[in-house]
């Protein structure tokens, strides 16, 4: 058997953790050979790929981003792709079946692959972890780390200046990465897309930390916009060029948070560092046990379906469950870490 693995979609922490999982598991235990497409379904639809021996994954683990590169390319459009030219590239070159590592779009596209007869079995992907369909993705843990480490030195400048510090974090549908970094670095102000938190209330979470003593810091997802400034915040999402770009919350939170509270207040954008460097050793577990279980799924000519962490267990789901709704933020949990906001 000869599988074909990708990565596609925005890059994360422990990409290289599941293709070592997938490759082990599969020369050790089912005498397998691999290769690795290069930059997502591009590689795919072009057939452009490179042989991935055990020597290849080598010591990756540990390594951030992706040995295979990855790119946004979507498997349907151009004229390469689509299921048609997709399954005679496998079949010219003795490929057997493929493993698919990318978040939502990615996986819809395999799963469309898949209804039209395509071996491929998926692993969920992405910092964001707003995927339903699994209670954790690998990335995550890794994202909060990084943005833990940098709004506490936010913080100890803050703290200095006696300035409000706003963080914006990534997340452009879903808060998780701000709601656990701005617990883990106790947050006066956590805003996440999922509520529409009106100014009025973030000021007064502002000065009432001002007036204890303390520098405010504010975390904010990047795509939260506050209630009834849709119109104001709307100018957001387009670049110099008039290409759609996301961020730029955290910089516009901070003018009006200074204008209305007369706190100094600066903004920083974490960006892609959040995405860099080194997984956590939760991480590397994670994407290392969903690399070896997505080669157990082609042992099993499990087309179609995706592993997914349920609890502490590694499961099989069809991979039209990673389509369903986004994994939010919960009320719940939001008005629980509400209770220590100001
Ligand atoms: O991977 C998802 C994500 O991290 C989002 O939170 C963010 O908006 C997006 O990627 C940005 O990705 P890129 O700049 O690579 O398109």
């Known amino acids: 058997m000869r599988v074909g693995i990708m990565t596609?979609?925005?890059?994360?922490?422990?990409?290289?953790?599941v293709i070592r999982g997938a490759v082990l598991n599969g020369i050790k235990s089912y005498d397998y050979e691999f290769v690795g497409f290069r930059d997502g379904w591009r590689g795919v639809k072009e057939g452009d790929f490179f042989d991935l021996p055990r020597t290849a994954v080598r010591g990756i683990a540990k390594q951030?981003?992706?040995i295979l590169?990855?790119?946004?390319?979507?498997a349907f459009e151009g004229e390469l792709g689509g299921a048609e030219n997709i399954s005679r590239v496998l079949k010219d070159n003795n490929i057997d079946a493929l493993i698919a590592i990318g978040?939502?779009?990615t996986l819809a596209g395999a799963q469309r692959l898949c209804a039209e007869g395509l071996p491929i079995?998926?692993?969920p992907k992405t910092i964001d972890n707003d995927l339903d369909a699994t209670d954790y993705t690998f990335g995550f843990d890794t994202a909060n780390q990084i943005a833990v480490e940098a709004?506490?030195?936010?913080?100890?400048?803050?703290?200095?200046?006696?300035?409000c510090?706003?963080?914006?974090?990534?997340?452009?549908?879903?808060?998780?990465?701000?709601?656990?970094a701005g617990m883990a670095s106790g947050a006066h102000a956590i805003l996440i897309p999922e509520v529409s938190t009106p100014m009025e209330q973030i000021c007064e979470w502002v000065s009432e930390a001002h007036e204890r003593g303390r520098a405010p810091l504010v975390v904010v997802a990047e795509g939260f916009v506050p209630e009834g400034m849709e119109e104001a915040f709307s100018v957001r999402g387009v670049d110099t060029?008039?290409?759609a770009r996301l961020g730029g919350i955290g910089e516009m939170l901070a003018p009006v948070i200074e204008e209305r509270t007369g706190i100094e207040t600066r903004a920083t954008v974490l960006g892609h560092i959040q995405r860099g460097g080194v997984p956590t050793a939760f991480d590397r577990v994670l994407a290392t046990r969903l690399g070896m279980a997505a080669t157990n799924s082609v042992n099993e000519n499990a087309w179609g379906t995706m592993v997914a962490l349920h609890g502490t267990k590694v499961l099989r789901v069809p991979l039209r469950a990673a389509l369903n709704n986004l994994k939010r933020v919960p009320m719940d949990r939001y008005e629980e870490a509400a209770i220590l906001f100001g």
């Not at 590169?69 to 979507?74: A, E, F, K, L, V």
């Not at 709004?151 to 300035?163: A, E, F, V, Y």
């Open 8 to 17: 596609s979609g925005g890059d994360c922490p422990g990409l290289n953790a």
């Open 64 to 66: 951030g981003g992706t």
């Open 69 to 74: 590169g990855t790119s946004r390319t979507n």
């Open 103 to 105: 978040g939502e779009g």
């Open 121 to 123: 079995v998926g692993v």
């Open 151 to 163: 709004i506490d030195r936010l913080r100890t400048t803050g703290d200095s200046h006696h300035r």
């Open 165 to 180: 510090m706003v963080a914006e974090v990534m997340g452009r549908h879903v808060g998780w990465i701000a709601m656990h």
């Open 241 to 243: 060029f008039g290409r």
